[in-house]
């Protein structure tokens, strides 16, 4: 076996260029194949990272999937919001531990504004139970205090001190600006590959502040109040958007979601995050599922691709595997040769696409992390990614038997004999 593994290395070697182009589309299959494995991964694992801690989520009647994509993810809007009266009597239930106000609605330069009480910075969590840490400054104190998450001060180049003025709902242009309320930059969070990065935190009352002078979307004409003298004014919101709940017994947790989905006060809705994440997941599962067949297909062609150029040589091999024969190689030894040979380059290109991948992961990842929030590790290789290499191998290998099937039905007259 050991002479045979070493003639198929330096039969392979005489054909380096036809069989590297077969190679490299292995390698490249194999890095694809395996990113989507890797970025589904990750995906769901940042998904579920971003928010920890939190025994419910509560918001006004809704899919409990709209419910974590516009009150964790900042994605889409709310349908209805909370009377403050609603969240303060579920605040105040004997089995709730802490509780955080979100007030969203309001952006800067197409980044969300959430509203939020000093709580936020106490009792958030993500990851593994991990705090929200600052970079640099402090949690807001005053009123018109703003503190940035980091992919928010990184690409707009905000520091501490620097004024920012919000504008009145979601987008990046054509909004409203509340510009004669500026905020002033107060602290920056650490990265977190969460949607807190992507989030620009201020006090719950300032939310009530820069509308006292707006009425129905609009400011109202001829009519301002400024900046210092709102606070003369009762900040107290009459709604916010959610909320996120901490029981101090993880036991009583479907007992206040039935006390909160029940409340007779106004039609409410109370989630468990993991729950709702889950269902999250299945509604983009299909999108996942589709990647990684479409990423399948390539592995396979490129498999494919090795296949019939390790078959189409075999008619210029004939007299070389002729050769071999007439000094005593067995038709098995010959069948031995051609398989190894398909398997040697399936598994160099596996070996050549994991590490393609880890370069690009180490390369592009922080970029992902920068513009699109996501969160790729950097490794070798993971149990996951280890099965599908084990396939796509074992199916290299099934596939390398055609041509040393083909091969071993070639007679050592039909290598020998002059062809007509």
């Known amino acids: 076996m050991k002479h045979l593994i070493l ?34 991964h990750d995906a769901r694992e ?14 006004a009647r809704t899919s409990p999937v709209q419910l974590m ?46 509203g939020a009480t000093s709580a936020y910075f106490e009792h958030f969590h993500y990851g593994e139970a991990q705090a929200l840490a600052f970079s640099s400054g402090k949690r807001f104190d005053g009123v018109f205090d703003a503190v940035l998450g980091a992919e928010v001060a990184q690409r707009l180049g905000y520091r501490l001190g620097d004024k920012i003025v919000l504008s009145h709902g979601m987008g990046d242009e054509g909004l409203a600006e509340h510009g004669d309320k500026p ?9 977190t590959g969460t949607p807190v990065d992507r989030t620009i935190h201020v006090n719950l009352e300032a939310i009530t502040a820069i509308h006292l002078d707006w009425q129905g979307g609009a400011p109202l004409p001829g009519f301002s109040i400024p900046g210092q003298y709102v606070q003369k004014f009762d900040l107290t919101p009459k709604e916010i958007t959610a909320a996120l709940i901490g029981l ?12 909160v989905n029940e409340y007779a006060g106004e039609p409410l809705l109370a989630v468990l995050p993991g729950v709702a994440l889950d269902e999250l997941w299945q509604v983009v599962g299909v999108a996942e599922r589709t990647l990684l067949a479409v990423s399948s297909m390539v592995v396979a062609v490129g498999l494919a691709g ?5 078959l189409a040589s075999l ?25 190894i040979e398909g398997l040697f380059v399936t598994v160099l290109g596996s070996l050549l696409g994991v590490a393609l991948l880890s370069i690009l992961t180490a390369v592009v990842g922080p970029l992902l992390q920068a513009h699109y929030g996501l969160v790729i590790h950097t490794r070798f290789v993971s149990l996951a990614e280890l099965k599908l290499l084990g396939i796509v191998v074992i199916v290299g290998l099934l596939a390398s038997l055609a041509p040393g ?7 050592l007259a039909d290598g020998l004999s002059p062809r007509i």
Do not use: C
């Open 69 to 114: 994509l516009y009150a964790v993810f900042r994605i889409g809007e709310a349908t209805n919001n909370i009377r403050w009266q609603s969240y303060r009597a579920i605040a105040e239930n004997p089995a709730v531990a802490w509780a955080i106000p979100l007030s969203l609605g309001d952006s800067h330069r197409g980044f969300p504004v959430l």
């Open 405 to 411: 099937y083909r091969a071993y039905r070639l007679s």
């Open 183 to 191: 905020f002033t930059v107060v602290g920056v969070l650490a990265r």
């Open 248 to 259: 101090k017994s993880r036991a009583a947790v479907f007992k206040i979601q039935r006390h």
């Open 315 to 339: 008619n210029e091999r004939r007299r070389e595997l002729a050769i071999l024969r007439s000094v005593g190689a067995r038709p098995e030894d010959v069948f031995l040769l051609l398989t």
């Open 46 to 59: 940042g998904f579920a990272m971003s928010v920890s801690g939190a025994d419910l989520v509560i918001g």
């Open 306 to 310: 090795l296949i019939a150029v390790i």
């Open 7 to 40: 003639l198929a290395a330096k039969s392979a070697w005489n054909r380096r260029l036809t069989l590297g182009l077969a190679l490299a589309a292995v390698a490249l299959s194999i890095t694809l194949l395996l990113g989507v494995e890797r970025i589904r």
